[in-house]
């Protein structure tokens, strides 16, 4: 692959044009993930000559950290860990610098693991700010800000992504990737052959529910959340969903923030208006124990039986990545936006995203940062498909797939736009007994009262 150095160089120079200087500065073996095809990002313009304040990323490609290493640990695995070692295949080849990606599913239990015995990847991708803001309060993640070029940071990312990034004023990572939540997805044939429409409210979404039961024959939904250690989350999503249409965003803020209670009136309304689908044995596939034991990334499968076995799946657009093979996002399958309940409340938006942060403050480290904020860092990843970049930069004609370009449109209209709850929480209610409530809920062991305020009684003191 050195053979294409040169071509990759040529490649990869736009970036580091626009970076200007920066100052000096187990539970579960975790899979590692092989590209499965080369980038297809566009050669810029030739590199110009290094200045004596030539960025990290400028250093790197001009050959300083050649045959250096920098591991990097997240949680994607299989087309989404492929994927991503093919976005970072072109930095390897400027840079000569070798990238070690390790995905694992388990990776919130792994990374404490990993950092509590000084074995802390150079680089980690948290699904949840909470979790990154933990280790930034131990003193593992150093102030990123020294990093970057600020002045182009902040024209490259808005104030709420790079908000999500900080913690404590601290600038501690870069927003990578970013997705709606707030979308629920359709058999596309069977749907316009049955001559139903789109609900556009929580009433007429019902109804239809109701409908298929009758017409169909079959449950409507297709709703689990197993996923080993992470089980839960998808649980969560539906209360934090419900909750943006059911107040004023400022209540969510605060319940985010733990300034109103965890079992608060307006979020046991929430999750009671949930129960209204996720426990009608007669609305989802394999009722409340199919919600326990069906892999989250098997959820919507009983979707592509002929007939359906299931109408409906909210989840999020990286979900084609698992769908069986031979399926094809838009035309087996669509999605709506999640329907409106309280109009006043607009139509507002739960959206997620990653965010990378280093441990340390290696030179080829660095390099790899400012790699991987820049719009090239996630070009072949956007062009294959499954991935949003919240970089302003990034050109829509970079986004070839329907439902990146329906998912952004979507992120557009939104009204309010707010983060995972979950994520934003403290790791050890956000990523801990929000999670395991929901499963005791689901699972009928407790009542959803009774969890909710096990999970305030949880909340961290401090």
Known sequence: MRASKLITVLMLVGIVLGLASCQPAPTEEPVAVEPTAEPTAAPPEPPAEPTPEASYLERAMNGEFDGSTVSVFGKWTEAEGENFVAALAPFEEATGIDVLYEGSAEFETLITVRVEAGDAPDIAGFPQPGLMAEFVHQGAIPDHAPFFDMEQLHSDYS??????????GQLSGVIYRANTKSIVWYPVEAF???????????????????????EQGVTPWC????????????ATDWIEDILLRTAPPEIYDQWVAHEIPFDSPDVLRAAQIAEEILFNEDYVYGGTTGILTIWVGDTQTPMF?????????????????????????????????????????GRPVLGAGDVFSAFNDRPETIALMQYLASPEGAQVWIERGGLISPNRRVPVEWYGTYVDQAQAEILQNATTLRFDASDLMPAEV?????????????????????????????????
């Open 305 to 345: 039986e002929d007939p359906p076995q299931c109408w409906f799946h909210k989840q999020a657009g990286w979900i084609p990545d698992f769908w069986p093979e031979g399926t094809e996002p838009g035309v087996d399958s669509s999605f709506f936006y999640f329907p409106l309940i309280d109009e006043e409340f």
């Open 223 to 234: 709703v689990s959340m197993e996923h080993g250690g992470n089980t839960g989350w998808v």
């Open 159 to 168: 104030e709420a992504w790079i908000n999500l990034a900080t913690v404590d």
């Open 430 to 462: 956000g990523a801990g007994t929000f999670w395991s409530g929901m499963v005791d809920w689901v699972s009928g062991d407790k009542d959803i009262a009774t969890v909710l305020t096990e999970i305030e009684a949880s909340w961290p003191s401090e």
């Open 192 to 214: 316009e052959a049955a001559g139903y429409e789109i609900p556009e409210t929580w009433d007429e979404l019902i109804a239809l529910s109701d409908r298929i039961v009758e």
